[in-house]
């Protein structure tokens, strides 16, 4: 037996040992990747392929990758700024090449992407684009290029925008589950695609006018930076005529067809390389790590504070806004002497009502401390998004961002004939008083149960108007007059007082630097990311490989396979709601 427990510990003790031996050498490779980074010289090109999501703060939301398929680093739109800014001025940074196909960001982000790489071009230096397929937005941020090349057999997909919402009244008629819906507002439409089987009169109305302002934005922005007409514009988007290379063309919708070993041809010449020199192309993601970025410098701090995601009451997940993960933040920052000021930087369909109302109070904290408050809207600031934000001393939006949406709705389900018609199960029940076992989905709401629900639905849209009145300055009738769940642009909204200024971040940051008397400061980014040592060895690993491409990824999803993803996404968080909800009633696909 003690030969036993003797063989039975050394082999234990033989697994830990080449574990740690593993982790070491894992450790040791991703170390030896970094030291080997490559650096770059002179005529580098910077090579943006802006595809995939892209968060506000680099890794505030998580990305999905395989264990061993390399973390993917996912580089915040504020970093991705400030490095097209280092790359201005970087005498090694010839210019920069987008291939972009696609995009997985929203309007709001996409013009604060092009903001960026005009400031790029006023340094003297090119900008090209080249893609296979141009989806709408791609070729609105790709059109600030200098010259756009497109593949001969590819197309630009420019159409307008439309909405096209799934409604799934029917099917829960067929499955026996009816759905209990109590809302405050005409056009608090998230409830909607469960209670009706098309856009109400009033949705309708709110969608067609916030989708021809976004579009009049992008026809803008592209007329400006194609030299085109809107007129021109617009009859290509009512006959498709960009869905060839060759209507594109002929269309000025690009300035050249070409395949890729021509782009490559062309890029020689423009650099004034040899024939048998190769572009020295440099992705994003590694002079990220290379790149000379100018920090803010003082003893003070402004702090930029990222409210990004749904918002969930209890939740710890990165990507999700929480009492629990921001509270103690937000206590922190107001305890902090060295921070004079506070920036909220939302971009957030809304979500819980009751985390909504708990960060709101602690902002008011943070402003009862002395220090303003500036709220800067991304793509979203919608709803509970707008809630934590009306307080603010100033809102700041983009013409493009979707916000307002200042109403509630609470759904609960009924599945008594889904369980009796089509299960054969039935429930019954002993109670001591009215409400003793809770507003179950297996037996029907009592028209008392139905009355409570509604009463608490329309408390807490008393209040929502009640603090955006109060933050915004407004009476209470005009609140009302512009809430009713209603979603609108950021420029309508600046019409109409619910938000102050049209600007990106950048405005933000100065607006607060200037309300707290700061000329020296610094930007402290939250929330505070945890590390993961493994994940970050891994993808030291990956980088270390080299190639074009920054980063291995174990699945890749198709654009329509990200639709149908977000669809269920969506739905999945209205129905798991228990509580009363402030949200946007759905994110829209801009593609």
Not at 97 to 111: D, H, R
Not at 413 to 435: Q, Y
Request: net charge neutral; charged share 25%; proline share 2%.
């Amino acid at each position: 037996m003690k030969n036993f427990f003797t063989a039975f510990l050394g082999s234990c003790l033989g697994i830990v040992a080449v574990f740690g031996l593993g982790i070491l050498l894992l450790f040791a490779m991703g170390i030896s990747g970094a030291m080997k980074q490559e650096t770059y010289s002179k005529n580098t090109v910077l090579k943006l392929k802006l595809e995939d999501f892209i968060p506000e703060k680099t890794d505030n939301v998580s990305q999905n990758a395989s264990l061993f398929s390399g973390a993917k680093e996912s580089i915040g739109l504020r970093r991705i700024l400030k490095l097209l800014d280092a790359a201005a001025k970087d005498n090694k940074i010839s210019g920069i090449l987008i291939e972009n196909n696609s995009v997985g960001v929203g309007q709001a982000t996409l013009l604060s992407l092009s903001d960026g790489l005009s400031r790029f071009k006023e340094s003297g230096k090119f900008i090209y684009s080249y893609a296979d397929n141009h989806s709408q937005s791609s070729y609105f941020l790709c059109s600030v290029a200098d010259s756009m090349f497109l593949n001969p057999q590819g197309g630009v997909d420019l159409k307008g925008f439309g909405a096209a919402i799934p409604f799934f009244k029917n099917m829960l008629d067929k499955i026996g589950v009816d759905m209990n819906i109590f809302y405050a507002g005409n056009f608090k439409s998230a409830t909607e695609p469960f209670r009706l089987t098309e856009m109400s009169e009033y949705n309708r109305l709110q969608t067609r006018e916030f989708l021809t302002g976004m579009e009049n934005i992008m026809l803008d922005r592209i007329s400006a930076n194609r030299k085109l007409p809107r007129e021109k514009l617009i009859q290509v988007m009512a006959g498709l005529e960009g869905r060839t290379g060759k209507r594109a063309l002929e269309n000025k919708l690009v300035d050249q067809l070409m395949y890729k070993d021509e782009l490559d041809e062309l890029m020689i010449k423009k650099l004034g390389l040899k024939d048998n020199q190769k572009v020295k192309y440099l992705s994003l993601a590694k002079y990220d790590h290379m790149a000379d970025v100018e920090s803010e410098d003082g003893k003070d701090k402004i702090a930029i504070v990222h409210a990004e995601g749904e918002i969930l009451y209890g939740s710890d997940e990165p990507g999700i806004i929480s009492e629990k993960r921001y509270l103690g933040m937000l206590s922190k920052i107001r305890k902090d002497d060295k921070v004079k000021a506070v920036v909220l930087r939302v971009n957030s369909p809304g979500g819980n009502a009751m985390t909504s109302d708990m960060i709101w109070r602690e902002l008011e904290r943070i402003k009862e401390a002395g220090k303003p408050v500036i709220a800067s809207f991304g793509d979203y600031a919608a709803s509970g998004g707008y809630y934590i934000a009306a307080g603010a001393d100033t809102i700041v939006a983009q013409p493009n961002t979707l916000t307002g949406s200042i109403g509630v709705f609470m759904m609960f389900p009924n599945a008594t004939r889904l369980m009796n018609e089509k299960l054969g199960i039935n429930f019954d029940t002993i109670k001591t008083h009215e409400f003793s076992t809770g507003f179950s989905p297996f037996n029907n709401l009592s028209e008392k149960e139905k009355a409570l629900l509604q009463e608490s639905t329309l408390d807490i849209y008393d209040l929502f108007i009640d603090r955006v009145s109060k933050g915004r300055k407004l009476s209470v009738d005009s609140t009302k007059a512009i809430a009713q769940g209603r979603v609108w642009t950021g420029k309508k909204a600046a019409e109409i007082g619910l938000v102050d200024v049209l600007g990106d971040l950048d405005d933000a940051i100065a607006i607060a630097a200037k309300k707290a008397g700061l000329d020296k400061y610094k930007v402290v980014e939250y929330p505070f990311m945890e590390k993961d040592l493994f994940s970050d060895i891994v993808r030291e690993i990956q980088k270390s490989k080299g190639g074009e491409e920054d980063e291995m990824r174990f699945i890749s999803l198709s654009a329509e396979e990200k639709k149908l993803l977000n669809y269920y996404q969506t739905v999945r968080s209205i129905i798991r709601c228990k509580e009363p909800n402030a949200r946007l009633p759905f994110i829209f696909d801009f593609d």
